[in-house]
Nanobody, 125 residues
């Protein structure tokens, strides 16, 4: 079992920045880790993924603005979000999966085995 706990969400004005964290514990060998988001009335959308070798994949809507990274010594996944837009408003979830995700496409939500409880991000115009 893997437990994932997100933090760092909040409210920010358009153009601002936030950094999300996802602390992992348990049987944490999960090569692929990712961030998803879900806005009210919409499907869960992949934002970014990172593989065990550090390779990253991004959704086109966040590429160049968001950066996914991880600190293996702290078992923590991060999402640095810059130049934020109102359309980034959503509940953000981290996920872990027992597969490799070198890209070039983001894995679908159904492939992941573990999920955090989510952290809310609100961007005002």
């Amino acid at each position: 079992q893997v437990q994932l706990v997100e933090s760092g969400g909040g409210s920010v004005q358009a153009g601002g920045s936030l950094r999300l964290s996802c602390a992992a514990s348990g049987d944490i060998y999960s090569p692929c880790m990712a961030w998803f988001r879900q806005a009210p009335g919409k499907e869960r959308q992949g934002v970014a993924a990172i593989d065990s070798d550090g390779s990253t994949t991004y959704d086109v809507s966040v590429k160049g603005r968001f950066t996914i990274s991880k600190d293996n010594s702290k078992n923590t996944l991060y999402l640095q979000m810059n130049t934020m837009k109102p359309e980034d408003t959503a509940m953000y979830y981290c996920a872990a999966g027992w597969f490799y995700c070198e890209g070039p496409y983001l894995p679908g939500a159904g492939l992941f085995h573990y999920w955090g409880q989510g952290t809310q991000v609100t961007v005002s115009s």
